[in-house]
């Protein structure tokens, strides 16, 4: 074709369009797929794959074909899909498939689509709590349904209303999967909060015994936010990355774009292989830039031609960004006007702000009769646009009485956006801010907040900015979103600057109990330093009593026990001076945990009964069981075995009546002890699990690895080493991911035990250093006389008249003493006996009189201590009497390493690790003003 020939250019080619793109390649990755569908069926498991891929690579396209292989291979398996939306991130693509599985209908009126998934669920699950299910089911539809007794009991703690709304959800699933297998389809991830990936993830860990496949789709960029996303459900979960096609694969891809054309050049054929770099994607767009521009035209009979010559001048995309400038080339103006405002909107947009912005500039009639003037014209641009793949419209919108829209290609809305005149940009996000007041009256939700933020920050108006942020971020803690709360508070606390001194009061308080609920002890700490100096500013002693209670907590759980009781000292006096009755027996019940800790049982039994007694007259269940459960621990340390296991079944009750259910997992865990000490290991070991599987549940990780150190510790007892050092070995880095400076002393201690069950005496004493050296920096003076002890007994198989041997005698003088002046009759009594066996060994069986009379001394001492007991517990026979008379600190159960060994006795005398405390669910512990 000759240079001068006439040339038609239009957007659409009248006789002339690209072929049909087919399915290329990707035969590895579909058999993946399909092979873990297969998987699913066949041994009725959870089977789950993430595909991963850049923009245009491909990635629903392959979900599109698998679908129509199983429609054929599978046609008993049900699909349902749901894409992640970035202003409603994972909650989106689980709505989406919930509706899907209801057959709910986009239009129809709440109370209809209630009354159908009421239907369905009901036939799902018979009789069994169905309220109960469908109020928590409600809060992923959008639909609201009865309460209920567990309902009530929960919705003041969002943190369990969250976990139940998980497990209900997961639930769900399984059983309907038994009834017909599930494919649940699960697209653009990266979309989702790290919170929201975490979720999914835990949900998809959770499937046991149930024909489930989950496809995911995302961009690489999901791993920068949650890098183990696709590590769980271990060996069940298939990464799959999706390539760039090879030259071969993209020639076939290229030529059939182009099939629609007779006799196509090679060169045209090559140029669109090696410019789109195995890009499906951006294969097409270079194909349809040579019609756009040129290389392809259509004279005015309808004839195609081509011109080879304009490849050397015509403007051809060479990236992904450069099809997307294309794109954009392509628009005219009115369409890109209205594609930037849209584009400012953000990733969702409504017909509604285009309006608003359209009228930015024009005169205000001086009669309006509420006529629309933008919108038609605007929902006709709108409608071409989706047509041609820019945007999409939303059936069912969030927002009420408006018209809603979502980018097809964010890289395209990013450029758009950035299109807009600076001078324009404040003005218009400041108007699209004030729109959304207007429109969201009432009360708001998370997404809303956090819209309102983004609008009036990019306004330059800092301070409506930052009420944005922080409310979002309240919203976000009351959901146990930790690190959504921290990134939001932060961001809100910057914007307040030095303004607003109050709302800089409560939202330092906020921050503070996220980053230690997050185990950011530092920098919580530091943030409850600015709280008490924000209330020293405002005289509010009772804000202060709770920024001085706060520190204390800390201190207290790092060990730092005498700084603890400055603090929590002060508390008290703070909430004294203001008569706040809820303060004074948080901060009693605090104290008592201090003397607990540190062996000072008769004043630790005083401060917490001082604090039942003051939550009885509040009335708090909650705080009750609280205050029941420390109790009951104070008396298992001092051997008082009875009034601890009434105390404990009584907080068990209470917390299953409220639904506090890190609560239970404590005295799940701690009435677990109970049954250790007996020296049934095998019903403590059936509570602890339990226990166990609560607290993944929840997510409390402390409490696993709480747990897991007592379960580790029972096989001990009962000989099984190798079992007891695999659960003990992945304790100790959990404890030091925690930073609990004191569970991973005990850590380390119980792994001494364990290696020297093996017969390891070198591993055994090097863990026992460690534990020791970690107990004399805390300075709890029980754990310290414990771990001498501990030590000692290792030391002692190298005989009295060795160095170690020595060493021995040393530690188990030092234990005696502490004991001794904590009053710490049992471990005095049991470390009484272990030193009287060391001291009668001797090589050649002769011990001098002295060493003899002290021994026969020592143990007449620790007759004398069981005999008490004995009197002291008259309906425990003197096996029971042997087994429990022992005592422990901060939860901390321990033993002697002989008698573990069966060295004197055949009795188990080693006691697991407890639970020291916890705060009662749902955000402020009970007695926390605020």
Request: charged share 30%.
């Amino acid at each position: 074709m000759s240079v001068d020939s006439p040339i038609v250019r239009r957007d659409s080619f009248e006789g002339l369009s690209l072929g049909r793109a087919p399915f290329i390649g990707r035969v590895a990755e579909r058999d993946v797929i399909l092979a873990a569908v297969h998987r699913s069926l066949s041994e009725n498991r959870c089977e789950v794959v993430t595909l991963v891929g850049n923009p245009g690579v491909g990635r629903s396209r392959l979900v599109n074909e698998v679908i129509a292989d199983l429609r054929e291979r599978s046609p008993e398996l049900r699909v349902y899909r749901g894409a992640a939306r970035a202003d409603q991130g994972i909650q989106a693509a689980i709505a989406k498939v919930l509706r899907s599985r209801f057959g709910l209908v986009e239009g129809t009126d709440a109370h209809t689509q209630a009354n159908e998934v009421a239907s369905q669920v009901m036939d799902l699950f018979g009789d069994r709590r169905v309220d109960e299910i469908l109020h928590f089911l409600g809060g992923f539809l959008g639909l609201r349904f009865g309460d209920t007794v567990l309902a009530e009991a929960v919705d003041s703690d969002p943190r369990t209303t969250q976990q139940v709304s998980r497990a209900v959800l997961r639930r769900l699933f399984e059983v309907d999967a038994q009834r017909a297998p599930l494919m649940l389809i699960l697209e653009d991830l990266h979309l989702a909060s790290r919170d929201g990936l975490a979720m999914l993830r835990e949900l998809m860990e959770s499937f046991r015994n149930a024909p489930i496949v989950v496809l995911n789709t995302t961009r690489p960029e999901l791993f920068a936010t949650l890098r183990d996303f696709a590590e769980t459900p271990r060996h069940r979960h298939q990464r799959i990355e999706l390539a760039p096609l090879s030259d071969s694969e993209a020639m076939v891809l290229a030529r059939m774009l182009l099939s629609n054309i007779e006799d196509v050049p090679e060169e045209l054929v090559s140029t669109a292989v090696r410019l789109g770099g195995g890009n499906p994607l951006l294969t097409e767009e270079i194909v349809r830039a040579y019609l756009h521009q040129g290389v392809i035209v259509v004279d005015g009979e309808g004839n195609v031609e081509i011109d080879l010559d304009r490849l050397a001048h015509v403007r051809l995309p060479m990236s992904v960004e450069d099809a997307v400038n294309a794109r954009i080339a392509a628009l005219s103006p009115a369409e890109r006007e209205v594609l930037e405002r849209a584009a400012l909107q953000g990733p969702v947009f409504w017909l509604g702000g285009l309006v608003v912005l359209g009228r930015a500039r024009r005169e205000a009639p001086a009669l309006w009769g509420g006529g629309e003037d933008l919108a038609p014209h605007y929902r006709d641009l709108l409608s071409a646009l989706q047509e041609r793949d820019y945007v999409l419209k939303i059936d069912d919108s969030s927002m009420p009485g408006d018209e809603e829209y979502i980018f097809k290609h964010n890289l395209e809305r990013e450029k758009l956006a950035a299109l807009v005149a600076v001078e324009d940009r404040v003005d218009f996000h400041l108007l699209l801010a004030e729109w959304l007041e207007c429109k969201l009256s009432g009360e708001r939700d998370e997404a809303q907040l956090d819209l309102l933020a983004h609008h009036y920050e990019r306004a330059n108006r800092p301070l409506r900015a930052a009420r944005a942020y922080l409310s979002g971020a309240d919203i976000a803690r009351a959901r146990y979103a930790n690190e959504k709360a921290v990134e939001h508070y932060l961001r809100g606390l910057e914007l307040l600057g030095e303004h607003d001194v109050a709302l800089r009061l409560d939202a330092t308080h906020h921050l503070g109990d996220v980053l230690a609920l997050l185990g950011r002890s530092d920098e919580a700490l530091e943030h409850f330093r600015a709280m008490l100096s924000f209330a020293w500013r405002l005289d509010q002693k009772g804000r202060g009593g709770a920024a001085h209670n706060r520190l204390g907590r800390l201190y207290r759980e790092s060990g730092h026990l005498d700084e603890a009781m400055r603090h929590l000292g002060t508390a008290l006096a703070l909430f004294q001076a203001v008569g706040d009755e809820r303060g004074i027996a948080s901060s009693y019940d605090d104290i008592g945990k201090v003397h607990w800790i540190r062996g000072n049982y008769e004043p630790a039994l005083r401060f917490l009964q001082d604090a039942l007694e003051r939550r009885e007259q509040q009335g708090d269940e909650r705080s009750i069981a609280l205050s029941l459960n420390n109790i009951g621990l104070v008396y298992q340390d001092s051997g008082r075995y009875r009034e601890a296991y009434d105390c404990l079944v009584r907080a068990r009750d209470l917390r299953r009546k409220v639904g506090d259910r890190p609560g239970l997992v404590i005295t799940l865990n701690n009435l677990g002890t109970l049954h250790s000490d007996r020296g049934d290991d095998k019903e403590a070991l059936a509570l602890w699990r339990q226990a166990l599987e609560l607290a993944r549940e929840i997510g409390d990780r402390r409490r696993q690895a709480v747990l897991q150190l007592n379960m580790g510790e029972a096989h001990y007892r009962l000989r099984d080493a190798d079992e007891s050092l695999r659960i003990l070995l992945e304790v100790e880095p959990l404890c030091q991911e925690l930073g609990d400076r004191l569970l991973l002393a005990e850590s380390r201690r119980a792994l001494g035990k364990a290696h020297y069950l093996r017969g390891d005496i070198a591993a055994a004493l090097k863990m026992l250093e460690l534990a020791l050296e970690g107990f004399e920096q805390i300075r709890s003076r029980v754990h310290l006389g414990i771990a001498q002890r501990s030590l000692a007994e290792v030391l002692a198989v190298f005989g009295p008249d060795s160095d170690e041997g020595r060493r021995a005698e040393k530690l188990f003088r030092g234990a005696l003493a502490l004991f001794e002046v904590l009053g710490a009759e049992i471990e005095l009594a049991r470390t009484a006996r272990t030193f009287a066996d060391f001291l009668s060994s001797s090589p050649d069986g002769a011990v001098s009189d002295t060493i003899f009379a002290e021994a026969e001394a020592l143990r007449a001492r620790a007759d004398a201590v069981y005999a008490k007991l004995r009197t002291a517990s008259p309906g425990l026979d003197s096996r029971e009497i042997a087994i429990n008379v022992k005592i422990t600190n901060p939860g901390l159960k321990r033993a002697s390493i002989a008698d573990d060994l069966g060295a004197r006795s055949s009795t188990v005398e080693v006691e697991p690790y407890r639970a020291e405390h916890d705060t009662p669910s749902g955000g402020t512990p009970a007695g926390q003003p605020g």
